[in-house]
């Protein structure tokens, strides 16, 4: 099946570049990621003293020649991803200024790294959570799991207020291993709230990406004459004279915006601010890119 929220030209353009982790996973087979256990990998980590009872076959000689003393060496141990998606489906999620809706542009992400982590070996899921729902895809590595996760995707109708919180901290508690955690939402929720999810997670040492995205007319607000605006989670509205808040209004969306972004560099988590007329596939190449090891590391 085909989905308008697919490119998959794009997918092939992308697919040279792996998805890594950050921080070393446990999963429940080989793969290219690294694990906290050491292992027999081609990849050299460390020495350590020899105690009875180790595998006389990794002796190092060379090092008992040098030091006469018995050093064991150790290995890597490779393991593979499990990704999980948290796309908020909140109201908020369906604005839409003049272009694409947030919640369009977050299923877009979510599929097209849904679609890369799975072709190369690894498991990805999916959580959808609005204020009364939480509907989750469990993980799998499976290609036909894909479909799942994109009809999910598809079938997606935001509405309602925010329940990302109490989700994350649901997700956190429920993954009892290592994982990637990736979050697509605007974060219309408080910042303190917020944090502590984002501290849960890390608590659990989880691997943390934030997408922040924001449509264009709520970073720029250039509106010229009186708008009825309408809170799209709980229905509420006011009538507002642009030229007379503008100035408050970027004020307090810049602290906002500062306590976000603050909260999630102090759970070690990647931010970006994502406006949703950002071209996907730079957003995406940069992301990954990113994620790469550095030269002489892992």
Not at 4 to 11: G, M, N, P, Q, R
Not at 51 to 76: M, Q
Not at 148 to 175: C, D, M, S, Y
């Amino acid at each position: 099946m085909t989905y308008d929220f697919l490119d998959s030209e794009l997918l092939s353009r992308l697919g040279a570049l792996p998805v890594e982790s950050r921080v070393p996973m446990m999963g429940s087979m080989a793969g290219r990621h690294r694990s906290p256990h050491r292992g027999s990998s081609v990849e050299f980590a460390e020495y350590r003293k020899y105690v009875p009872g180790d595998d006389t076959r990794r002796l190092d000689w060379k090092a008992f020649a040098r030091s006469d003393r018995y050093y064991i060496k150790e290995f890597e141990a490779d393991t593979n991803l499990r990704a999980y998606f948290v796309v908020d489906a909140s109201g908020s999620m369906n604005f839409a200024g003049q272009g694409e809706s947030k919640v369009s542009f977050a299923r877009r992400i979510a599929a097209s790294l849904s679609y890369l982590l799975v072709n190369q070996g690894d498991a990805s899921g999916l959580s959808v959570c609005t204020e009364k729902l939480h509907l989750e895809v469990p993980p799998s590595r499976r290609p036909a799991h894909l479909q799942r996760i994109f009809e999910t995707l598809k079938n997606l109708e935001p509405g309602g207020e925010t329940g990302l919180v109490p989700a994350l901290h649901q997700i956190a508690e429920k993954i009892g291993q290592r994982a990637f955690v990736v979050i697509l939402s605007d974060l219309f929720t408080e910042p303190d709230g917020f944090a502590e999810a984002l501290q849960h997670l890390r608590y659990r040492k989880h691997d943390i990406s934030v997408f922040h995205l924001m449509d264009p007319q709520e970073l720029a607000f250039e509106f010229e004459r009186p708008h009825r605006f309408v809170d799209l989670e709980d229905g509420t509205s006011v009538v507002v004279e642009p030229t007379l808040v503008v100035d408050e209004y970027h004020r307090a969306l810049e602290e906002f915006m500062i306590a976000v972004r603050d909260k999630c560099h102090d759970a070690n988590a990647d931010y970006q601010l994502v406006p949703t007329d950002t071209e996907l596939e730079p957003l995406l190449r940069e992301f990954l890119t990113a994620r790469l090891p550095k030269k002489g590391g892992r």
